[in-house]
């Protein structure tokens, strides 16, 4: 796996099979049973651009595996059936690797606000404790942020994560945002839990610290003591991402809207 990722290419028995582009790495992690299965150490998991967490299955998606499992059901749910001429691009190998490079450089090419640099930066450079070298911060928040990493972070973040946040950013402003010329507030927004959730490694008694930290002046005791750990991870990101945001009220305003709305 890890060749894979890194060289483009498998070795077995000796022999090198070099992979198709575009192809993707994925792995699954079942969080109820880890008897005889660890978790991946953190350069490794470093390597993954995004943790997806999937979610319980709704009715739909309940009542299409029992259908596709269990035979014929007595009621089944329409699906629109894909248009075929819609389909036809990419049941081309070629075409579609060319769509896909097109895709790929669209990307590289599309630019981000200088504000959007900033904060990527700023997340990288905290993590890490060069709380001197900030840019565009209040003394408050430099405050908050060497509060945050000192007490909660074991390590900081590597540049992996950097290249994640960028390349996240600019891809969902590019793909979702219509209209859009760079990448800015909201698209990191959408894509910094996904690219640090697996990424930050916190202290063993990170929630305790974080809620004595945070209850007094954000929700009381009793809110914070029924977040199921997710969302505290979540609120965790949230923190750290305000104090390492550029001093731009507008900026911050509507990060932490569009932040709120996809994970809170």
Request: with cysteine; net charge neutral; glycine share 4%.
């Amino acid at each position: 796996m890890l060749e894979a990722m890194a060289e483009k290419q498998v070795t077995v028995l000796g022999k090198k099979y070099p992979l198709i582009s575009p192809f993707m790495v994925l792995a699954t992690q079942n969080p109820i049973d880890h008897e005889g299965t660890f978790s991946l150490p953190e350069a490794q998991a470093d390597r993954f651009m995004f943790k997806i967490d999937m979610p319980v299955p709704g009715s739909e998606t309940i009542h299409l595996i029992m259908n596709k499992t269990a035979g014929a059901m007595a009621t089944t749910v329409q699906r629109k059936e894909p248009d075929t001429q819609d389909l036809r691009l990419f049941r081309d190998p070629k075409t579609s690797q060319n769509v896909f490079e097109r895709l790929k450089q669209g990307v590289m090419r599309f630019p981000a606000s200088p504000t959007v640099e900033t904060h990527i930066l700023n997340m990288f450079l905290a993590s890490n404790r060069k709380y001197d070298e900030l840019h565009s911060v209040t003394d408050v928040q430099r405050n908050k942020a060497r509060d945050i990493v000192e007490n909660l972070l074991i390590y900081g973040l590597g540049p992996r994560a950097s290249t994640a946040l960028m390349l996240g950013a600019k891809a969902w402003s590019l793909m979702f945002i219509p209209g859009a010329e760079g990448a800015e507030g909201p698209a990191l927004a959408h894509v910094v839990i996904p690219t640090l959730r697996h990424r930050i490694k916190l202290k063993f008694d990170w929630q305790e610290l974080f809620h004595q930290m945070e209850s007094p002046a954000k929700r009381k005791a009793q809110d914070y003591d029924t977040m199921n750990p997710e969302m505290q991870m979540n609120k965790l990101i949230e923190a750290f991402c305000l104090a390492t945001a550029p001093n731009n009220n507008e900026y911050i305003r509507i990060f932490q809207t569009e932040f709120n709305k996809q994970w809170l």
